[in-house]
C-alpha cells in the first residue's frame, strides 16, 4: 500500500488504541519525504494513545511512570527549540519505528538505548540546559542517532541480497 492511500485506511487495532499494522515498514528509507509524513502522522496517533505506556513499561522493566513521563517529554510537551514559540519535537521515523517495537514488546538495542537517551536528555534540559546543548551531551553517552542508523543499515543490505 503506498502511504498516499494509507492516510484513508483505518489502521488495525487491538481495540485499545495500539497499532498493531502500519503501511510503512522498517525497509523504507529513513529519512525519506515518505517516513517523515509517516512519523508525522504516528507521533499525532501516539498523542492519543493510553495503552502504550503500560506495554512499554512491561516489555522493559521501566515504572509506568517513567514512560509516562518519557511519553510526555518526546510526544506530548512542547519545548523551546530555539525559535520564537513552543515547539514539539520533530517528528522521526526512527523513533516512530522504535516506539511501535517497545510497544509490541519487541524491541531492538537502539530502541533501549532511546529510552536512556530521553532520560538524560529531559533531565538535562530540566536543569537548564538548551535542547541542543542537551542533545549534544547526551549522544556522547547514549547515540540512539547512530545505533538506529545502523540497524538501517543492515536493513539496506539485507535488502540488496
Known sequence: MKFNKWDNVVVETEGNDIIRSVAVSGARKPDGKVTREHAKKYYDLVRSMSADVSKIANTIGYSE????????????????????????????????ESWKRLIQGNPQSHDLTLIKYEIMEKELMKEGYSQREARNITSKTYNYSDEASKFYDKIKEYKKE
Open 65 to 96: 511512570e517513567q514512560i509516562q513521563e518519557i511519553k510526555n517529554f518526546m510526544f506530548m510537551d512542547k519545548h523551546d527549540l530555539g525559535g520564537t514559540d513552543l515547539e514539539y519535537f520533530e517528528p522521526d521515523y526512527m523513533t516512530e
